[in-house]
């Protein structure tokens, strides 16, 4: 079991330049959430997906963020027109249900996104 | 809304002594879970301990225990002699009526020598 896995780790980007994250789970897990950090916070919930569904919005997440799961695996957060307030730590967490009804969140080292 | 609170930004306690987090949370759910994550400096974030919210009786891994006080609101954290690799960030975190989860702004704890 490899875990969760962010690709890439560190990213620094220009302001108003697209960027995308890329999250692969754990392999048995059917569900897939992101959240976001910034500095001295704890992180906030943007999204989730059950298999490729995508089940749960934030308000966080305006018009220039877009998550995908295209075949119930690995999935992506695209960032259009990336501004300074983007630049966080991007975190990535895979569940699956263990009967108790609770679904306990393994995260990956997230990505680190610096806007400059 | 749901919302958890950390009172305590920072925190220390010396090597092989106890030290106690404190959280406190909101929610409108009745059934909801608890957990503690651990998050090491330029580390992931792993999962310490966690309550139902229907079980009375309060949770224990190893040196971890907490202290959950349902009608409080009240979900603390004890760690019994403390070690240096538990210094981190510690964050309480909430999940109920959705699953995603409802963290506070954590605690740094730092262990002394």
């Known amino acids: 079991d490899t875990g969760v896995s962010q690709n890439p780790r560190h990213k620094i980007t220009k302001r108003g330049q697209n960027v995308t994250f890329r999250c692969d789970p754990i392999s048995e897990h059917n569900r897939l959430y992101w959240y976001r950090q910034t500095l001295g916070q704890g992180p906030e919930f943007l999204t989730y997906?059950?298999?490729?569904?995508?089940?749960?919005k934030s308000r966080l997440l305006s018009d220039r963020f877009s998550a995908e799961r295209p075949k119930g695996s690995f999935s992506t957060l695209e960032i259009q027109r990336t501004e300074q307030g983007d630049s966080a730590m991007y975190l990535c967490?895979?569940?699956?249900?263990?009967?108790?009804?609770?679904?306990?969140?393994?995260f990956g080292p997230g990505t680190r996104l610096t806007v400059t | 809304a749901q919302t958890v609170t950390q009172s305590q930004p920072e925190m220390s306690v010396q090597e092989a002594e106890t030290v106690t987090l404190s959280c406190t949370y909101d929610?409108?759910?009745?059934?909801?879970?608890l957990f503690w994550y651990k998050q090491p400096p330029s580390r992931q974030m792993i999962l310490v301990i966690r309550q139902e919210a229907y079980k009375q009786q309060n949770a224990t891994e190893n040196r971890f225990s907490v202290n959950f006080q349902k009608a409080a609101k009240s979900f603390s954290l004890k760690i019994s002699d403390s070690q240096l690799g538990d210094a981190a960030m510690y964050f309480c975190?909430?999940?109920?009526?959705?699953?995603?989860?409802?963290f506070g702004k954590g605690t740094k704890l730092t262990v002394n020598p």
């Open positions: 929610t409108s759910e009745s059934d909801y879970y």
């Open positions: 967490a895979s569940s699956s249900p263990d009967g108790s009804g609770s679904y306990e969140q393994y």
């Open positions: 997906f059950q298999n490729e569904a995508q089940l749960e």
């Open positions: 975190a909430l999940q109920g009526g959705s699953e995603k989860l409802v």
